[in-house]
């Protein structure tokens, strides 16, 4: 189980990382409610895989989704 930080979550005391359901909500909440030392700790190869399932708001998609990108033409 993952230390629960209240920036982030403030509803519940666990988290599954495991289950596949609770941790693309704690993904959702880390990138909506986080600060940049816990974004740091999202394996961001995972975040691009879900990003468009995670119903983020528009803004906070559209940051993602242009990261990702420039970072992919970036690499090739």
């Given at each position: ?59 906070i ?5 242009s990261?990702?990108?420039?970072k ?5």
């Amino acid at each position: 189980m993952k230390p629960i930080r209240r920036h982030i979550v403030w509803g519940t005391d666990k988290i599954d990382m495991n289950d596949p359901f609770q941790r693309k909500w704690f993904i959702k909440q880390v990138l909506i409610h986080g600060r940049a030392e816990d974004i740091k700790e999202l394996d961001l190869n995972e975040v691009e895989k879900l990003l468009d399932e995670l119903d983020l708001p528009e803004e906070i998609y559209q940051l993602w989704k242009s990261y990702f990108e420039v970072k992919r033409s970036a690499s090739g």
